[in-house]
């Protein structure tokens, strides 16, 4: 059984940093491209970033390029999201998301990825 745990939301100021981390349970981890998505309750839940399954190909969202950097542990069944310059749009629950595809490709579509985490709360006050 497959399981995705995130870690390390939480409140900050605008100009400000945050990690988020996602523990993913299960043997197949290093054949897994993996997502962070956000939702708010006015927005639908769209990607932010994305890594391939060895790492070497990542994606961002216009939004957050330059500010954000997605990482991957295959080693420690871990993925990261690092975010810097936060700003007050960026607040929203974050959701890592793991997708078995094992393709040298980063997907961006939701419909996408297989598995899903609880998500993590992130505010940025301005």
């Known amino acids: 059984q497959v399981q995705l745990v995130e870690s390390g939301g939480g409140l900050v100021q605008a100009g400000g940093s945050l990690s988020l981390s996602c523990r993913v349970t299960g043997r197949s981890f290093s054949n897994y491209g993996m997502g962070w998505f956000r939702q708010t309750p006015a927005k639908d839940r769209d990607v932010v970033a994305g890594i391939n399954w060895s790492a070497a190909n990542t994606r961002y969202s216009d939004s957050v390029k330059g500010r954000f950097t997605i990482s991957k542990d295959n080693a420690k069944n871990m993925v990261y999201l690092q975010m810097t310059n936060l700003k007050p749009e960026d607040t929203a629950i974050y959701y890592c998301?793991?997708?078995?595809?094992?393709?040298?490709?980063?997907?961006?579509?939701?419909?996408?990825?297989?598995?899903w985490g609880q998500g993590t709360q992130v505010t940025v006050s301005s």
């Open positions: 998301a793991a997708d078995r595809s094992s393709s040298w490709f980063v997907y961006t579509d939701r419909s996408t990825y297989d598995y």
